[in-house]
């Protein structure tokens, strides 16, 4: 029995027309040529603060563009503050501590232990609009759940 094919001539998950919209994402995003992250929409408060902050240190604007998810999805992150419940394949949810308040986040990857023996991670995540990259160690990282609004308390070990 032949693959059935698109209109493309493709196998339909191999299209990047045809293929499925990943879960949690949008057909159609919003990026900047600026940019390091794709938005769900231009009201997206981290686009807004984001493009604020290049007109105060007077940085060329560039004007947002709606775009199929499938051009840019393997180029550049989501946007956490528009989808704070996705994580591209590879990568976890998580909380991230940040000036005594656990903000969402995105761990891409565990790097190495330190000299204290604690795991270092590399992650993104948001605080009060504006985009973050970080390696931090595993005593400011948790575990988070699609949908979870708060960290799980954790239980302590002796």
């Not at 394949?89 to 023996?117: E, F, I, S, Y």
């Not at 609009?129 to 302590?156: F, S």
Request: charged content about 30%.
């Amino acid at each position: 029995m032949a693959d059935e094919r698109c209109l493309h001539e493709l196998l339909p998950d191999q299209c990047g027309l045809c293929k499925p919209v990943p879960s949690g994402l949008a057909a159609r995003v919003v990026i900047t040529a600026g940019g390091s992250v794709f938005h769900r929409d231009t009201s997206c408060e981290a686009l807004v603060e984001g493009r604020n902050k290049a007109f105060r240190l007077g940085l060329e604007l560039h004007d947002p563009v709606t775009v199929p998810i499938d051009r840019i999805v393997h180029d550049r992150p989501p946007c956490i503050h528009c989808f704070p419940d996705y994580a591209p394949p590879g990568t976890r949810l998580c909380w991230v501590m940040d000036d005594g308040t656990w903000n969402r986040g995105l761990l891409k990857r565990w790097t190495v232990r330190g000299a204290d023996g604690l795991w270092r991670a590399e992650v993104d995540y948001v605080v009060d609009r504006v985009p973050r990259e970080a390696v931090l160690d595993q005593r400011r990282l948790r575990p988070r759940e699609p949908g979870e609004q708060r960290p799980r308390p954790t239980v302590g070990t002796r």
